[in-house]
Structures are given as structure tokens and as C-alpha cells.
């Protein structure tokens, strides 16, 4: 069965570093999103992405967060200067976009573990 | 805005017994419900999507409802197994296509 992968699976890093984060949607899949889950907390919406452009973003993705498709198949999260409080588990979705917006799943990897020292 | 609450946030139960998971939501216009399950430090797998103008749905030993108006979801659990372990996640689409989810149930299935 097709499914949502995502690299690293655990990254650890410098507080100010850039880090990208990595992830391969479902094959034919036209809508890609981010989440991220603080450690006890929520799950929250951070980006979808459509056609080569951010359709949807919540007040977390601030400029220091950017997406990118650099090709066919990989999806990638930036953040230009960690903190902190980016210390999270970020998972990446992906849906097919042809269901219909009430009938559409959005799959999850696994997440990418992110440590902000 | 809308809120996503789960109740309870925890429960243990012995293997064979029947539970329900409840999801409430404060803003009643959805497009669709998903219930997933969390396995710890790993992904989320969808388990069953219900759309705004369904009631139920139902995958094997699982079952959800639908109560739009009311703003409630609740996930039923037939004859639980201790595989069924895991942290049971609700989330509602509200707007254009983001989820927005609920905290969670812990479920621990003794054997």
C-alpha cells in the first residue's frame, strides 16, 4: 500500500541552524501539508501546498518557515533559524485532491523528531 | 475558532470489552471527521473519515457517529484486543482543507 515516508526520522540541532526536513507524499497525490505536535501537546496545521503554491497556512508558519516541491516527488520543510520552541515532531500529509473536499483522507508519515539544543 | 476536545483523556480497560471514545467540537459547520491512532513516537494512521452529511461509518471492530449539530463524534471499539493500544486522535476539517485536532485518548488494553 502507498504511503507517506519521511527523512530523517530523528534530527537533532543548534539553536539558530537551518534545518529541512524531508518528505516523499503518495504518488499522484496533488495536495501536501505539515503539521507539527510539541511533545504532550496538539497536533497543529501548519502549511498545505498545491499547484507549486502554499494554499493554506496557520499563524505558526511564520517567515522563518518555508515549503518547497524541488521535484516530482519530494516535499520539503525549511526553517531558516531554529528555536527553541521548534523542538517538536513535524509529520508530513499528503491527500489526492481529486475526492472532494468532504470525502478527501489526508495520510500521515511517520514524522521527522525534531531536537532544537 | 474551532476546539476539538476528547473525553476521556485516558482509559484502560480489559481485553474483550466494548468502549467508546467520545470527540466534541465547538463549531458544527465541518466538512468531514477523522478518527486516527497514535502509536507511541510514530505516525498517525487514518482509521475511518466520516463526511458532515453521514452518520456512521464503520471499519471491522470499529464504528463511528456523526451528531453534526450537536458537535459530537464518538468512536465505538468492539471486543478490544491489547493491539488496540494506542492514543486515539480526532480531528475535524473545518475550513479550506486543515485539520484541526483533538488532544487525544490514551487507551491501554489489559490482556
Known amino acids: 500500500e502507498p504511503e507517506v515516508t519521511q527523512t530523517p526520522s530523528h534530527q537533532v540541532t543548534q539553536m539558530g541552524q537551518e534545518v529541512i526536513l524531508r518528505c516523499v507524499p503518495i504518488?499522484?497525490?496533488?495536495?501536501f501539508y505539515w503539521y507539527r505536535q510539541i511533545l504532550g501537546q496538539k497536533v497543529e496545521f501548519l502549511v498545505s501546498?498545491?499547484?507549486?503554491?502554499?494554499?493554506?497556512k496557520s499563524e505558526i508558519f511564520d517567515d522563518q518557515f518555508s515549503v518547497e516541491r524541488p521535484d516530482g516527488s519530494n516535499f520539503t520543510l525549511k526553517i531558516r533559524s531554529t528555536k527553541l520552541e521548534d523542538s517538536a515532531m513535524y509529520f508530513c500529509a499528503s491527500s489526492s485532491g481529486l475526492a472532494g473536499v468532504i470525502q478527501e483522507t489526508q495520510y500521515f508519515g511517520p514524522g521527522t523528531r525534531l531536537l532544537v539544543l | 475558532k474551532q476546539e476539538v476536545t476528547q473525553i476521556p483523556a485516558a482509559l484502560s480497560v480489559p481485553e474483550g470489552e466494548n468502549l467508546v471514545l467520545n470527540c466534541s467540537f465547538t463549531?458544527?459547520?465541518?466538512?468531514?471527521l477523522q478518527w486516527f491512532r497514535q502509536d507511541p513516537g510514530k505516525g498517525l494512521t487514518s482509521l475511518l473519515l466520516i463526511q458532515s452529511s453521514q452518520r456512521e461509518q464503520t471499519s471491522g471492530r470499529l464504528n463511528a457517529s456523526l451528531d453534526k449539530s450537536s458537535g459530537r463524534s464518538t468512536l465505538y471499539i468492539a471486543a478490544s484486543q491489547p493491539g488496540d493500544s494506542a492514543t486515539y486522535l480526532c480531528?475535524?476539517?473545518?475550513?479550506?482543507?486543515?485539520?484541526?485536532f483533538g488532544s487525544g485518548t490514551r487507551l491501554q488494553v489489559q490482556p
Open positions: 504518488s499522484n497525490h496533488l495536495y
Open positions: 480531528a475535524v476539517r473545518t475550513g479550506r482543507r486543515a485539520l484541526t
Open positions: 501546498f498545491y499547484n507549486n503554491e502554499i494554499s493554506e
Open positions: 463549531d458544527s459547520a465541518i466538512y468531514n
